[in-house]
């Protein structure tokens, strides 16, 4: 099991293709990794925390005042178990809250908390996607070492417009965490 051992904090956001968020966590929960999903508000309309639950074996934070299960503060303690932090996928929302240290929600809370690496992958319409804002943002998370998962070029996006900003592949983000790992044991 490649991932034996090693912690995920997998951010949902509200994108389309959160219902992805569900094979991720299966696929990096079978790889060994335990797996501790955190869901926007935006994202639970999408996908329903209990599948995210099921499929990762753990409990999904959904809200910054849910009761932790001891003293700690949850965002606290997740950010601190984290081996890595995993936004698949991530809206331009959520990108434009890490560039600007926004912590409206336990999400984002957790990724100003955490010491952990960085990946995002980005789900959102293209034009979304190209627009000066968010590729300003990004540039501004890559420079603090945020690594990213570009979205896929070419086919239909669930706004019925076609070009860039589906989700890659979820096994191309399987690989690349596990890469990721490989690369950093």
Not at 10 to 36: E, F, M, N, W
Not at 53 to 72: A, C, F, Y
Not at 81 to 102: E, K, M, Q, R, W
Request: contains cysteine.
């Amino acid at each position: 099991m490649p991932l034996q051992g090693k912690t995920i904090v997998l951010g949902v956001t509200g994108s389309i293709a959160a219902y992805k968020a569900a094979d991720i966590a299966s696929q990096l929960t079978r790889l060994g990794a335990s797996v501790h999903c955190v869901m926007t508000k935006e994202a639970t309309h999408i996908i329903g925390p209990l599948t995210l639950q099921t499929l990762s074996r753990n409990p999904v934070g959904t809200d910054m005042w849910q009761q932790s299960k001891d003293w700690q503060p949850e965002h606290i303690e997740l950010a601190d178990s984290a081996d890595l932090f995993l936004v698949a996928p991530a809206t331009a929302n959520i990108i434009a809250c890490f560039a600007h240290g926004l912590a409206p929600d336990l999400l984002t809370s957790i990724y100003l908390a955490t010491l952990a690496p960085v990946i995002i992958a980005p789900a959102m319409n293209g034009k979304m996607y190209r627009h000066p804002a968010t590729q300003a943002n990004m540039d501004t998370l890559r420079a603090r070492g945020t690594q990213f998962i570009e979205p896929q070029k070419g086919g239909m996006l669930a706004c019925g417009y076609e070009g860039e900003g589906k989700l890659s592949p979820v096994d191309e983000i399987v690989a690349r965490v596990a890469a990721f790992f490989q690369k950093n044991h």
